[in-house]
């Protein structure tokens, strides 16, 4: 998939963890879970706008586009 999700670098920059950035997402750990290892195949603009909210970043520090 040539988008890579970052979430994992962006949380260890931030020293969030996973509980700690699902419950100020709001989504369930599991779900969040999923995001941070990039097994979604779709995020909603409010989780993106959410996510990017807890960890005062960009949506490009998440999201990186590779070509395959």
Not at 1 to 19: E, F, G, Q, T
Not at 28 to 55: D, P, W
Request: proline share 3%; with cysteine; charged share 30%.
């Amino acid at each position: 998939m040539p988008i890579i999700l970052r979430l994992d670098r962006v949380m260890a920059d931030r020293k969030m963890s996973l509980n700690e950035l699902s419950e100020k997402v709001g989504i369930a750990n599991v779900n969040m879970s999923k995001i941070k290892t990039g097994k979604v195949s779709a995020i909603r603009f409010s989780t993106l706008e959410a996510i990017c909210r807890a960890l005062d970043c960009q949506p490009g520090d998440i999201l990186e586009y590779r070509e395959e």
